[in-house]
């Protein structure tokens, strides 16, 4: 590797939009995020599934005569 042509890389805190703060390694020195593993729905339980324009009702409605054990 050429030396001194590489980022520094320290230990940095990065703090989320809810409060929440913690440290990472990084070449950047404070992080701001919006979202992360405290507040996000998928990682706190609060997880809301969307579905849009009814693709899951056009999907089960396209293959529901489908049989798989006639394929062999």
């Known amino acids: 590797m ?3 042509i590489h980022p520094q890389y320290t230990n940095t805190t990065a703090s989320c939009a809810c409060g929440a703060s913690f440290e990472v ?3 950047r020195e404070d992080i ?12 706190t339980g609060k997880q809301k599934l969307v579905d849009s324009a009814g693709r899951i009702d056009r999907f089960k409605k396209k293959y529901a005569g489908f049989d798989a054990t006639k394929l062999v």
């Open 2 to 4: 050429k030396k001194e």
């Open 25 to 27: 390694g990084s070449t």
């Open 32 to 43: 701001k995020v919006e979202i992360c593993s405290q507040c996000h729905p998928f990682f």
